[in-house]
């Protein structure tokens, strides 16, 4: 459980502390006020990510030279965000490697931003993956940044005038033994997905929801599709086919949500596949703290109901809102409200 979180010259905030020692925490005001902000602090304290964007730079108030986040937990967290560089402390301890700092805190966010899992790209949707893996394992972060490394050198040797072929054929199988592993590890992940999904679907009274995988080669044979791809990589100077070209499908009774899911469809989706991730985490680490941006007013009576039946129990739960109306008395009885 978070008990208190302290920010200095994050986004619009110079000084702020807030006592949170309490299993829901409801955060509330008028927009534009700093709740998405006090959120994503806590987002970024866990996974060393911005949920809202990718420059972390961003969230250092105009005209400061570095952003603090703070937060007392089990252990102390601090991140301190500069132009040149981000750190990470536990205990005061400076953490070097990222691998080393993901997984203490668990967090799922829900918020409108991740309307980009049905609507994005795919890289939305594969960071989607690679983050949330990255915490369950974290072998799986060093993997993808060796992948990384290998692909950016096989490129480099693709741009040269005279290819060295023995020297291709090296990179390509050093990436081929981590597609394998990261493909696995995806795949992992969607079929856990998957499993919950189902009684999730089933509860919030939904459209059957499913994810499905895309990979850009053929899972059962990697090398031999680089080897069908080779000539086109050396004609384009760029490595067509891995991890870093695929993708996921969502699927909403079959159809492709892409498509056919209306914005209130696309919302539910999202929120389900959320929850399902929450589970996954309990089931693998431990019961995740959540957040949960500003959603309540997109939901009619009975999806309130089946949402507020999975976070009433819940080792801890943040809520932006911007009236207390919107939350149900049940689990509004119980809360902290935190005016900003």
């Known amino acids: 459980m978070i008990n208190n979180i302290s920010l200095n010259n994050f986004r619009q905030f110079d000084n702020l502390k807030l006592n ?4 829901l925490v409801i955060i509330s005001g008028k927009n534009a006020r700093g709740k998405t902000s006090i959120l994503e602090s806590i987002f970024i304290a ?10 972390l730079e961003n969230v250092i108030k105009f005209n400061e030279p570095f952003s603090k986040i703070e937060i007392n937990a089990e252990k102390k967290y601090k991140v301190v965000i500069s132009k040149e560089n981000k750190n990470l402390f536990i205990n005061g301890n400076e953490i070097k490697k990222s691998s080393d700092y993901l997984g203490n805190i668990d967090v799922v966010m829900i918020a409108p931003t991740d309307i ?11 960071r989607f993956l690679d983050l949330n893996i990255s915490i ?24 040269s ?4 072929n023995l020297m291709l054929d090296v990179l390509t199988n050093q990436l081929v033994e981590s597609i394998k592993y990261i493909y696995d590890s995806r795949i992992y992940l969607i079929d856990k997905l998957n499993y919950y999904l189902k009684d999730i679907s089933k509860d919030m009274k939904i459209e059957s929801i499913k994810l499905l995988y895309e990979p850009s080669y053929n899972p059962d044979n990697v090398l031999g599709s680089f080897d069908e791809k080779k000539q086109l990589d050396i004609k384009y100077q ?20 892409e ?29 995740p703290i959540m957040l949960l941006d500003d959603i309540y ?16 129990n819940n080792k801890q739960v943040f809520i932006t809102t911007t009236t207390i109306l919107e939350i149900p008395d049940e689990i509004l009885k119980d809360a902290l409200v935190l005016r900003v």
């Open 20 to 23: 949170t020692n309490n299993s």
């Open 161 to 164: 005038k005279n290819i060295d």
């Open 136 to 159: 369950l394992n974290k072998k799986y972060l060093n993997e993808s940044s060796k992948y990384k490394k290998t692909l950016n050198e096989r490129n480099v040797l693709l741009k």
């Open 297 to 312: 007013q997109a939901l009619d009576k009975d999806r309130i109901a089946s949402l507020t039946s999975y976070l009433k």
């Open 46 to 55: 866990s996974t060393t990510k911005s949920h809202r964007e990718n420059n």
């Open 238 to 257: 760029a490595t067509q086919i891995g991890t870093h070209r695929d993708g996921f499908k969502i699927l909403m009774n079959d159809l492709e949500a």
């Open 259 to 287: 498509k056919f899911a209306s914005e209130g469809q696309s919302r539910i989706i999202y929120i389900a596949i959320k929850l399902a991730l929450a589970k996954v985490i309990k089931e693998l680490k431990g019961e």
């Open 116 to 126: 980009s899992l049905i609507r994005g790209s795919k890289g939305d949707k594969r």
